[in-house]
């Protein structure tokens, strides 16, 4: 089993950058990604990493984010500069046991999720 656990949320102004971490417990993992999800919307993918490093940016990711990790502390990061109120939302680490070829891989891959930490901009 494993177990996910996500830090670093809070409530920033507009313009402030935010770093969330993901360690996740108990097996080596392959792909860990951050997905954030609106209360009331669909659950969206920010940034994924495999475990070589490649990484896989959506359109909201993109340009602002930048996702990393330590394989060795099982452990990823979400840096988040130049914040905007519309990146408010819950914002979930997922992991999954399994290595894939590809960087892009879909939510149903990842099995195991954190509980989320919480991300609120104000203008």
């Known amino acids: 089993q494993v177990h996910v656990v996500e830090s670093g949320g809070g409530l920033v102004q507009e313009g402030a950058s935010l770093r969330l971490s993901c360690v996740a417990s108990?097996?080596?993992?392959?792909?860990m990604a951050w997905f954030r999800q609106v209360p009331g919307n669909q659950r969206e993918l920010v940034a994924q990493?495999?475990?070589?490093?490649?990484?896989d940016y959506s359109d909201s990711g993109q340009g602002r984010f930048t996702i990393s990790r330590d394989n060795a502390r099982n452990t990823a990061w979400l840096q988040m500069n130049n914040l905007k109120p519309e990146d408010t939302a819950d914002y979930y680490c997922?992991?999954?046991?399994?290595?894939?070829?590809?960087?892009?891989?879909?939510?149903?891959?990842?099995?195991?999720w954190g509980q989320g930490t919480q991300v609120t901009v104000s203008s």
């Open positions: 108990g097996r080596s993992v392959g792909h």
């Open positions: 990493i495999t475990s070589g490093g490649n990484t």
């Open positions: 997922a992991v999954t046991l399994r290595r894939f070829p590809a960087s892009r891989i879909t939510e149903r891959n990842y099995p195991y």
